[in-house]
């Protein structure tokens, strides 16, 4: 499973110090005093047997997992009382500086399967609709993999409109390629890429290696 820096958080973290511009919080040195930022406790309701009464059966509170999300910090990992962080971590990472690509995408907004409009710049023809092609995570990654950096920046993008996870790709020459991935569904995934030359700013829906080659 890939895992990345994540860069919504990196700056924050040096400086100690919210920033605009930046969708996570940042962690500051603060530590929540009730689950010391492992942002879970032990169940209080079958003190961490992850069951109760006579039979054993599965604990309701904790859902049988022994431990629930601490209550001071929410799994935030960070000290409500703190002037810094209020006690918010990175809605990424969750202070923990490293994102696990999957997860991180499970755990998107679903969004409708949407129709974009596209126009090739200096194209006079009109722009039209398009439905994004449809991933897994598994053909999405097989996809992605080789046209990213190394090590790419990530951050995710939350706005009203729906949510959406960036990479950047590699880059080519003067041309910067960039990599949005929408959630549809369960393990429904478009791909969205776009370049920073001038010539290229449309952004296109990537389609699965099979219907490239058509």
């Known amino acids: 499973m890939p895992v990345f820096e994540c860069h919504d958080c990196s700056e924050l973290h040096k400086r100690n110090a919210k920033m605009t511009g930046y969708t996570g919080y940042g962690t500051c040195p603060c530590v929540c005093p009730e689950c010391e930022n492992r942002g879970r406790t032990i169940c209080d309701a079958c003190k961490g047997t992850g069951a109760y009464g006579w039979l054993g059966r599965k604990c309701k509170q904790c859902a049988g997992e022994r431990t629930v999300v601490c209550a001071n910090c929410k799994g935030f990992l960070g000290n409500p009382q703190c002037a810094v962080c209020n006690g918010m971590s990175c809605e990424t990472c969750f202070g923990t500086r490293r994102v696990d690509l999957e997860p991180a995408l499970a755990g998107l907004k679903a969004s409708p399967r949407r129709r974009i409009l596209f126009r090739p710049t200096g194209s006079l023809r009109p722009?039209?609709?398009?439905?994004?092609?449809?991933?897994?995570?598994?053909?999405?990654?097989?996809?992605?993999?080789?046209?990213?950096?190394?090590?790419?920046?990530?951050?995710?993008?939350?706005?009203?409109?729906?949510?959406?996870?960036?990479?950047?790709?590699?880059?080519?020459?003067?041309?910067?390629?960039y990599y949005a991935i929408y959630r549809f569904g369960e393990n429904e995934y478009g791909i969205e890429e776009s370049f920073s030359h001038l010539e290229s700013e449309s952004a296109i829906p990537l389609l699965p290696e099979s219907a490239a080659k058509v």
């Open 127 to 177: 722009a039209y609709e398009i439905d994004f092609p449809l991933f897994s995570y598994e053909s999405a990654w097989k996809r992605l993999e080789p046209l990213i950096d190394a090590d790419p920046q990530l951050t995710v993008c939350r706005e009203a409109e729906g949510q959406c996870l960036h990479l950047t790709g590699k880059l080519n020459g003067e041309d910067r390629s």
